[in-house]
Nanobody, 123 residues
Framework: QVQLVESGGGLVQTGDSLRLSCVAS????????MGWFRQPPGKEREFVGT????????SYSDSVKGRFTISRDNAKNTVYLQMNTLKPEDTAVYFC????????????????WGQGTQVTVSS
């Protein structure tokens, strides 16, 4: 069965950087767009960014544009979220998700989800 496993979360300070990883198994990875979402405490899950199967096209929410970068290594079935200049409002559980075809910004467009990794940014 398809599994997505995130890692790399932790507790950091404002202005720090962190890189999240998401390893996929049991799917043809390069055929799937990958999305990153986050769920802040007490709030709904929100779109962070997405990358096409080839890695050629990325898209980001306005709140992270210019600070976060999504990349992927199809040979390793892994997608990354590089987060720079972190702010306290970036505190959330971060999820990766996979969907066949092009990336989308809505949670219900994605077929598979990881279990999430906690990122906490202290002020």
């Amino acid at each position: 069965q398809v599994q997505l496993v995130e890692s790399g979360g932790g507790l950091v300070q404002t202005g720090d950087s962190l890189r999240l990883s998401c390893v996929a198994s049991e799917l043809t990875f390069s055929s799937y767009a990958m999305g990153w979402f986050r769920q802040p405490p007490g709030k709904e899950r929100e779109f962070v960014g997405t990358i096409t199967g080839s890695g050629a096209i990325t898209s980001y929410s306005d709140s992270v544009k210019g600070r976060f970068t999504i990349s992927r290594d199809n040979a390793k079935n892994t997608v990354y979220l590089q987060m720079n200049t972190l702010k306290p409002e970036d505190t959330a559980v971060y999820f990766c998700a996979a969907r066949l075809g092009l990336g989308r910004i809505t949670t219900n467009a994605y077929e598979y989800w990881g279990q999430g990794t906690q990122v906490t940014v202290s002020s």
